[in-house]
Nanobody
Framework: QVPLVESGGGLVQAGGSLRLSCAASGDRFSVGQVGWFRQTPGKAREFVAAISSSGLTQYYADALEGRFTISMGSAENTVHLLLNSLKPEDTAVYYC?????????????????WGQGTQVTVSS
């Protein structure tokens, strides 16, 4: 388990933007891809986006590509998720996670380390 800490969530009006951040201690992001997931009460955690350990490749859930952007931060071992054109249905707890390997995956079961989550609430 690698400690991951998310930040940047909050309350925003529909159409607004937020930037979420995920930070890990040590040289952890060099091992596997970093992913973002989100979850609402009563529903399964769903894949949002992921970035390879090199930062060169990004993956998105089909329905979210174009509005969300994942990137490596300028600070070491930091990953950002920029949420644009937010909709009320984007309201969820957003989690950062580190995959167990560098292989491409969107399966929540392949991610072994998770942050505590950050709440994003979009008002209409």
């Amino acid at each position: 388990q690698v400690p991951l800490v998310e930040s940047g969530g909050g309350l925003v009006q529909a159409g607004g933007s937020l930037r979420l951040s995920c930070a890990a201690s040590g040289d952890r992001f060099s091992v596997g891809q970093v992913g973002w997931f989100r979850q609402t009460p009563g529903k399964a955690r769903e894949f949002v986006a992921a970035i390879s350990s090199s930062g060169l490749t990004q993956y998105y859930a089909d329905a979210l590509e174009g509005r969300f952007t994942i990137s490596m931060g300028s600070a070491e071992n930091t990953v950002h998720l920029l949420l644009n054109s937010l909709k009320p249905e984007d309201t969820a707890v957003y989690y950062c996670a580190l995959a167990r390997s560098s292989a491409y995956t969107t399966d929540v079961r392949d991610f072994g380390s998770w942050g505590q989550g950050t709440q994003v609430t979009v008002s209409s």
